[in-house]
């Protein structure tokens, strides 16, 4: 599977992200998709091959979103180079490590974007957003990330290596 192939299921990924998951609540939060696939890219060809894919969600939600342009952007391409540098060094026989790298990848990003909503001018109360954004954002993500993971690898496994769209 090319990661180019996959530049345009992330776009519109972020397009169900923002149409039609927004509907879809698990305590408070709705799964962040493009955030999952993003981290999903990293995982398995790696930092740079994945940068197409980053890029291409990132702008997709900052297009679709109210937040400041390059919001998006910005932190899904700073949690995936976090994620990157750490996956370095995490065993490759560790099952765990997929749903600890997106609670990770959660929290940074869900971080890094009230922190440049705060730098934009947009008033963050910190204590109320952490318990009602942040944390239900990371245990709906590593919830649904196995259900990703599984259809992800079965696409992966469906479509060859030379495969470009």
């Not at 954002?137 to 992966?156: F, H």
Request: charged content about 10%.
């Amino acid at each position: 599977m090319n990661v180019y192939a996959m530049a345009p299921l992330i776009a519109f990924s972020a397009l169900v992200q923002s149409t039609v998951t927004s509907h879809v609540r698990i305590w408070g939060a709705s799964p962040d998709l493009v955030l999952m696939l993003a981290v999903a890219c990293v995982l398995r060809w790696g930092l740079r091959p994945s940068v197409p894919v980053i890029l291409a969600g990132g702008v997709t939600i900052d297009v679709l979103t109210g937040a400041p342009f390059g919001t998006a952007t910005l932190c899904v391409t700073a949690v995936c180079v976090l994620v990157s540098v750490v996956d370095s060094y995490a065993p490759r026989e560790a099952t765990f490590w997929p749903l600890a790298a997106i609670a990770s990848a959660t929290l940074v990003y869900q971080v890094f974007w009230m922190v440049i909503l705060e730098m934009s001018g947009r008033t963050v109360l910190w204590g109320p957003m952490f318990v009602r954004e942040v944390l239900p954002a990371v245990l709906c993500n590593v919830l649904a990330m196995p259900i990703l993971l599984l259809i992800l690898r079965l696409w992966w496994r469906r479509v060859p290596a030379e495969a470009v769209i």
